[in-house]
């Protein structure tokens, strides 16, 4: 397994791995130097291939993001003690899909407090006095702020019922809360043979938490649908031995509920047995618009 | 923060600083960013945007989720800044690889709607260079990667553009290739430490 992992470093590099060989490649990245020396080296290299494809953006999009972000709160920034720091400074796994995995933007931030967190009252500042963007970006924007704001709760605190989401939204602050409001609680369900699906969803997008899920025999992974009138679409997978998994899913589209199968490693284009639980997603009433 | 205002306001005065070279880095930008400035984000926009977008669109293709997944990555930007260690990497390298990764997971939910035919796929995925809109200052140093891509052998270049380009995975690269696995993954190494190699291992 150790040698598998080492020779898909460049892989990795390049993003060509599914989730199961991601996880694969980072557990090993902390135990092999080399390894994850290699990872910088090669990521350095597609830097390359990243520029080469510059193009300039269209132009409104600049002043909608800025108005996005003056409605957006700033994450905390993590201090020693908030979450164990890699001993040998190796990459952590926290970032898995913005990309903080690999260069390691974990553990062992700046330890000064952020002054005056931007929240509402941001909204005059430059983003929020160009041009109004189209409600639709604003919205997205809102509706992407509540549920990362979720997410990185989700992925801190064990979630299995209604009341904990609740109490999450409450540890979320000022204009995070405003966000959050956009949250629509779905349903949370058992998963056959143990653990619990959780789900909460918004416009577009949808957090969904698994917890306690019971080990899979090798081979096997978890993976996450989206059914709606369409059939199943699939929204991610996670290792079968990985007992607890969160997703934020961004397009849900006219999906009906979020199903949890169990599946071939690697992951099927299309279920392949029965769900192991599911959940339906809640018909959302916009509710992000409330933001005054 | 209103000392850093200040400051960029005199290297904005500054003559030969608005072409991004003399001006405020990205590292500078960040860091500002993570403080909550948001002329500091607009001018860290104004710096990365291009190299943002145009990889995005490169993968998804799309223009219109190309423009969702761009504002996806700047609003991460913006919420991370203050969790960024200068330490661990250049910002222009976090950012790249951020947006990376969400080009290629938007680009695999969607793909995994429909069943994909990787062969199709593949012989829409070539786009003519001329396609790339490129800034002038920019143009020699793009030559010089084009180049060193060239000096690759073909498995070498294609294993590396059909994965970072196209999103797919080695597995669906050595399906594509009809090559083993295992080569696949040799010539991704070996491509990029090439590509590595001839840049001078600079990023």
Same mark, same amino acid.
């Given at each position: 397994?150790?040698?598998?992992?080492?020779?898909?470093?460049?892989?990795?590099?390049?993003?060509?791995?599914?989730?199961?060989?991601?996880?694969?490649?980072?557990?090993?990245?902390?135990?092999?130097?080399?390894?994850?020396?290699?990872?910088?080296?090669?990521?350095?290299?597609?830097?390359?291939?990243?520029?080469?494809?510059?193009?300039?953006?269209?132009?409104?999009?600049?002043?909608?993001?800025?108005?996005?972000?003056?409605?957006?709160?700033?994450?905390?920034?993590?201090?020693?003690?908030?979450?164990?720091?890699?001993?040998?400074?190796?990459?952590?796994?926290?970032?898995?899909?913005?990309?903080?995995?690999?260069?390691?933007?974990?553990?062992?931030?700046?330890?000064?407090?952020?002054?005056?967190?931007?929240?509402?009252?941001?909204?005059?500042?430059?983003?929020?006095?160009?041009?109004?963007?189209?409600?639709?970006?604003?919205?997205?924007?809102?509706?992407?702020?509540?549920?990362?704001?979720?997410?990185?709760?989700?992925?801190?605190?064990?979630?299995?019922?209604?009341?904990?989401?609740?109490?999450?939204?409450?540890?979320?602050?000022?204009?995070?809360?405003?966000?959050?409001?956009?949250?629509?609680?779905?349903?949370?369900?058992?998963? =056959?043979?143990?653990?619990?699906?959780?789900?909460?969803?918004?416009?577009?997008?949808?957090?969904?938490?698994?917890?306690?899920?019971?080990?899979?025999?090798?081979?096997?992974?978890?993976?996450?649908?989206?059914? +709606?009138?369409?059939?199943?679409?699939?929204?991610?997978?996670?290792?079968?031995?990985?007992?607890?998994?969160?997703?934020?899913?961004?397009?849900?589209?006219?999906?009906?509920?979020? =199903?949890?199968?169990?599946?071939?490693?690697?992951?099927?284009?299309?279920?392949?047995?029965?769900?192991?639980?599911?959940?339906?997603?809640?018909?959302?009433?916009?509710?992000?618009?409330?933001? +005054? | 923060?209103?000392? #850093?205002?200040?400051?960029?306001?005199?290297?904005?005065?500054?003559?030969?600083?608005?072409?991004? @070279?003399?001006?405020?880095?990205?590292?500078?930008?960040?860091?500002?960013?993570g403080r909550g400035d948001t002329?500091?984000?607009?001018?860290?926009?104004?710096?990365?945007?291009?190299?943002?977008?145009?990889?995005?669109?490169?993968?998804?293709? #799309?223009?219109?989720?190309?423009?969702?997944?761009?504002?996806? @990555?700047?609003?991460?930007?913006?919420?991370?800044?203050?969790?960024?260690?200068?330490?661990?990497?250049?910002?222009?390298?976090?950012?790249?690889?951020?947006?990376?990764?969400?080009?290629?997971?938007?680009?695999?939910?969607?793909?995994?709607?429909?069943?994909?035919?990787?062969r199709v796929a593949a012989r829409?995925?070539?786009?003519?260079?001329?396609?790339?809109?490129?800034?002038?200052?920019?143009?020699?140093?793009?030559?010089?990667?084009?180049?060193?891509?060239?000096?690759?052998?073909?498995?070498?270049?294609?294993?590396?553009?059909?994965?970072?380009?196209?999103?797919?995975?080695?597995?669906?690269?050595?399906?594509?290739?009809?090559?083993?696995?295992?080569?696949?993954?040799?010539?991704?190494?070996?491509?990029?430490?090439?590509?590595?190699?001839?840049?001078?291992?600079?990023?």
């Open positions: 397994m150790t040698a598998n992992a080492h020779s898909l470093v460049a892989a990795r590099a390049l993003d060509a791995v599914d989730q199961a060989d991601a996880a694969l490649v980072d557990a090993h990245l902390e135990q092999c130097e080399f390894c994850a020396d290699e990872l910088v080296r090669l990521s350095a290299a597609t830097e390359h291939l990243a520029a080469i494809a510059a193009e300039q953006p269209p132009p409104g999009l600049r002043a909608d993001i800025l108005a996005v972000i003056g409605m957006t709160p700033q994450f905390r920034p993590r201090v020693p003690t908030d979450r164990a720091a890699p001993p040998t400074g190796r990459p952590d796994q926290t970032g898995q899909h913005d990309g903080s995995a690999r260069l390691g933007q974990a553990g062992l931030g700046r330890a000064r407090p952020t002054p005056g967190l931007p929240g509402r009252g941001r909204q005059g500042g430059p983003g929020g006095r160009r041009r109004r963007p189209g409600a639709r970006h604003a919205l997205v924007g809102v509706a992407a702020a509540a549920v990362l704001a979720a997410g990185a709760a989700l992925g801190t605190v064990t979630i299995n019922q209604r009341a904990e989401l609740a109490d999450t939204r409450a540890q979320v602050t000022d204009a995070q809360a405003l966000a959050a409001s956009a949250l629509t609680v779905a349903d949370s369900a058992p998963v =056959a043979g143990g653990g619990q699906l959780t789900m909460a969803n918004a416009g577009n997008l949808a957090v969904v938490s698994a917890r306690d899920l019971p080990p899979l025999d090798a081979g096997k992974v978890y993976q996450l649908w989206l059914l +709606g009138p369409a059939g199943a679409r699939s929204a991610g997978l996670t290792a079968g031995n990985s007992r607890s998994a969160d997703w934020v899913v961004g397009n849900v589209g006219d999906a009906e509920k979020v =199903a949890l199968t169990v599946e071939p490693a690697g992951g099927s284009a299309q279920p392949t047995t029965d769900p192991v639980g599911a959940v339906a997603l809640k018909a959302h009433q916009s509710a992000g618009r409330k933001q +005054g | 923060m209103e000392a #850093d205002q200040i400051q960029a306001a005199a290297l904005r005065a500054l003559p030969g600083t608005g072409d991004g @070279v003399c001006g405020p880095t990205p590292e500078t930008l960040l860091a500002r960013t002329d500091a984000f607009g001018a860290l926009y104004d710096q990365l945007a291009a190299r943002v977008y145009g990889l995005v669109r490169r993968v998804v293709r #799309d223009p219109a989720q190309a423009e969702e997944v761009t504002q996806e @990555v700047f609003v991460g930007v913006w919420q991370e800044a203050p969790r960024f260690d200068p330490a661990r990497g250049s910002v222009t390298g976090w950012v790249s690889t951020m947006a990376h990764r969400r080009a290629v997971d938007r680009v695999r939910s969607v793909e995994a709607q429909r069943a994909r035919d990787v829409s995925t070539a786009r003519p260079h001329d396609q790339v809109a490129e800034q002038v200052e920019t143009r020699l140093e793009h030559e010089r990667i084009r180049g060193c891509l060239g000096d690759l052998t073909a498995t070498q270049r294609e294993s590396i553009t059909l994965a970072y380009y196209s999103g797919y995975t080695y597995r669906e690269v050595a399906e594509l290739l009809e090559l083993p696995v295992g080569t696949v993954k040799t010539r991704m190494r070996d491509g990029l430490s090439r590509l590595s190699d001839c840049m001078g291992g600079r990023s």
